[in-house]
Structure formats: C-alpha cells, structure tokens
C-alpha cells in the first residue's frame, strides 16, 4: 500500500532554514509528482510547490520563490523540501501529497515551529 | 490565478441531514479539474472527490460532488457521526499553482 512517512517536528529560530523529508513507498516513486501542502495553526491549506521525482525539475508558488527548494533522492524514495529565512509565519503542519492534480496520498505531516 | 471561496463558513446540522457545501471559483475550472477533501483535527486530508464528480477510492456513495464551469458542489445525503469534520474545495485545472478554497466546517447542531 502506498505510504508517505514525514520527519519528525522541528523547533527553529527566526532566520534559519527547515529540511522536511518524505519516504515514499509501495508505489514506483519516480511516476507520480509529489506536492508540498502547508496549514499555519486553525488556517487553511497552502500550496507550496511540486517536483517530478523522475527528472527533479520544480514548481513553485510566487509566495515561496527563492525561498523554497525541492529536492529528491530517487535511490531512498526520498523527496525533501527546504524552506529558508524561516519567519515565524511560518509555524505550520508541512505535509507531502502524491498526485497530479488531485492529492491521493498524504504524509502525516510535520510540525515546524518557528520561535525565537 | 484562481480563487475558490466556500461557502458557507460554518454548517451546523444535526446526524441523518443533508449537508450543502459551495465553492465558487473567479473563473471557469478547466475540464472540472477540481476536488474535494475531508479533514479531521489532528489528521491529513483525505481526498473525497476528484474530477468535481468522481468518488476516490473507499468514499461511501452519500458523498456526491456536482458542478461545472465556476460554481460547484459536495452534497452529503445523510450526515454520519463521523462526516463532522472540515472540508476543502482544490482547483487543479489551471495549475500551477493548484489553489485552495478556505474551507467549510460541519459540526454538529
């Protein structure tokens, strides 16, 4: 079945920089897009960018350019996303999301609390 | 970019009623490419509808989606205890980005 595991939560303080991880498997990992979904406490869903585990390449959200950066590894069924110069706007659940457009699959999602 | 506004924010109704959820987007969706999903507090969400009509895998059949063009809709026939929940409206059809609407939550009268 498929299953999409998160890191685990992160404390950072203002300025830093997060890398979220998301491990995917019982499926071939290089066929479907992944997606990065944010929500800041009692706020709604965000989308922050996609990348296409076959070649790496990216899209991102106006909102999170340079930014943001996408990342996989493709021997690990890995995909990581890295959210720089971290502002405590940023305190959110981070989750992956398989899919082409439509979100199949979620991961369980990663607290990333910013606080000085 | 599109915009998808729900409505209303808040349903308050009781289990077996019918539940009515709007999303409403600033321009027309590309070949009904929008979906639905469910969220329960502390968990993932979990989508319900694909396509504005198409039941994912596992969704019983008293979730129905309908719509076409800017104006669509999640119909709930009779409301289970566990359908208390918030749900999202997602437009997939003109992407990126893929855009949210900002929710409707159910919750028991």
């Known amino acids: 079945q498929v299953q999409l595991v998160q890191s685990g939560a992160e404390v950072k303080k203002p300025g830093a920089s997060a890398k979220v991880s998301c491990k995917a498997s019982?499926?071939?990992?290089?066929?479907?897009?992944m997606h990065w979904v944010r929500q800041a406490p009692g706020q709604g869903l965000e989308w922050m960018g996609k990348i296409n585990p076959s070649d790496g390449s990216t899209s991102y959200a106006e909102k999170f350019q340079g930014r943001v950066t996408m990342t996989r590894d493709t021997s690990t069924s890995t995909v990581y996303m890295e959210l720089s110069s971290l502002r405590s706007d940023d305190t959110a659940v981070y989750y992956c999301?398989?899919?082409?457009?439509?979100?199949?699959?979620w991961g369980q999602g990663t607290l990333v609390i910013v606080s000085s | 970019e599109i915009v998808l506004t729900q409505s209303p924010g808040t349903l308050s109704l009781s289990p077996g009623e019918r539940a009515t959820l709007s999303c409403r987007a600033t321009?027309?969706?590309?070949?009904?490419?929008l979906a639905w999903y469910q969220q329960k507090p502390g968990q993932a969400p979990r989508v319900l509808i694909f396509?504005?009509?198409t039941r994912a895998t596992a969704i019983p059949d008293r979730f129905s989606g309908s719509g076409s063009g800017t104006d669509f809709t999640l119909t709930i026939s009779r409301l289970e205890p566990e359908d208390f929940a918030v749900y999202y409206c997602q437009q997939y059809g003109t992407s990126p980005p893929l855009t949210f609407g900002g929710g409707t939550k159910v919750e028991i009268k």
């Open positions: 019982g499926y071939t990992f290089t066929s479907y897009y």
């Open positions: 396509a504005a009509s």
């Open positions: 999301a398989r899919g082409g457009g439509w979100l199949q699959f």
């Open positions: 321009q027309s969706i590309s070949s009904n490419y």
